[in-house]
């Protein structure tokens, strides 16, 4: 199925078409490892990449034009498909301003300190009970992912649900003003990325960024369950933005979660909505999956929708990978359970996870593996030091800490459980071999720096 027609995209890049053989372009794509035929490949430059050295590949691949620097294109074989711009980025900025400029969907931006990507996957498996819904995948949520995301959205789109990140301030401005939401969602505001603020109030600020691109009429819907809130409202009332719900497990919310309990297959509870309440059930572990849930509904309720249909949906939210999936890992003699929280780490989200670890039961041992977390400043020891009591309530046999944030923690566990502290993640899966029993609960959580995603890689291909 045809997403643009070549000439839609060279009037919008404004750009200059050579050797073209196809009219219609199927999809877009910056990654030669994925891209499929007739697909329109950009060539981006990053700072260890330059996409210009893959345009040749990425034809051979099946590629139906390639969108390329001027300067590149001067020295480039003239018989090679190519839209010629002056820079690959900006001219994909005016794309994805193309693509949502010829949609009627209603459009949902998220962001917030924790919980981005679980939230936009929510929040994407309701609305596609509703309508055609377009949604950003894994955590396509910078300054290329974006409009990236933006420009592959089908015009017949009825739902779109765009993720946006940031670890500096005046980031989410652009982005936003290229998504135009009709909804925007912060989940939370945590201390994450302190290297780059003052305080986690500047993190709130940053994070607010998102109200800038609402569109006329558009709401704004916050997670209750942080310190920022009030400076989130502040900050949307300064707008003039009237259209303010709050969700989650505070009980003033406008939309709170109660009741809230583990069961065998995830967790239940009930999001009651003025004088409705809805049962609701995740298969997931851990309160934050219903929050995520009751962003969802929330979404939906903004919308108009039926919120039956999106809390029954919750029964498919599945965590994705690195962000809580459970793994069996079949040991010869039996099988050990691997929690897989290795996307990312911060302060909130490390606290999130250990109360999963608390809250399962186990006859046998819970093992730890917690890597640094990283983009903290000057406050990074503290941070580090202060999860203590996190880790030992979590009741773990033992903890492998990795990196050298993590020398924080151990010095700080000595005595008190059995730590074994590594420089790096090098050796761990390694060393996990050697300990697993039947039986046992492994979580394995650290910033994307720590390099633990491997760890986890390396289970799963010797216990499959």
Known sequence: MSLWQLNEIVAATNGVASSMCADEIVGISIDTRDIVPSELFVAIKGEQFDGHDFVAQAIEKGAGAALVAKEWAQTASTDLPL??????????????????????????????????????????????????????????NNHW?????????????????FEVGMNHANEIRPLVKLIRPHIAVVTNVGAVHLEHFDDVLGIAAAKAEIFEGLEPNGKVLLGADH?????LIDRASELEITSIATFGFDAEADISLHNVERVATGMRGDLRIGELTLQIRVPQFGAHA??????????????????????????????????????KLNLAEGDAMLLDESFNANPVSMRAALGIVQGLSREH?????????????????????????AVLSAGFSKVILVGPLMDNLAQRLEGKLDTIH?????????????????GDLVMVKGSKGTKLSPVVDQLRGRYS
């Not at 300190?113 to 939230?119: A, D, H, L």
């Not at 310190?227 to 400076?231: E, I, K, P, R, Y």
């Not at 219903?290 to 939906?300: D, L, P, T």
């Open 422 to 438: 590594h420089a790096s993640a090098e050796h761990v899966a390694d060393l996990l071999t050697e300990e697993l029993a039947p």
């Open 290 to 327: 219903m929050s995520n849930a009751a962003a969802a509904i929330s979404v939906g309720d903004a919308l108009g929708l039926d919120v039956r249909v999106l809390a029954d949906a919750m029964l498919e939210f599945i965590a994705p990978p690195g962000r809580g999936q459970i793994i």
């Open 365 to 389: 041992r819970k093992i730890g593996v917690l890597g640094d977390m990283l983009e903290l400043g000057d406050s990074s020891p503290q941070l580090h030091e202060e999860l203590e009591d």
């Open 145 to 161: 992912g974006v409009p990236l995301m933006l420009a592959r959205m089908p015009k017949d789109t009825e739902f779109g649900v």
């Open 227 to 231: 310190d920022c809130l009030d400076a």
């Open 83 to 140: 839209i010629v711009v002056d820079d690959p980025l900006r001219a994909l900025e005016r794309l994805a301003v193309a693509a949502r400029a010829r949609t009627d969907a209603k459009i949902v931006a998220i962001t917030g300190s924790v919980g981005k990507t679980s939230t936009k996957e929510a929040v994407r498996i309701g609305l596609e009970c509703v309508g055609r819904t377009h949604a950003s995948i894994r955590s396509f």
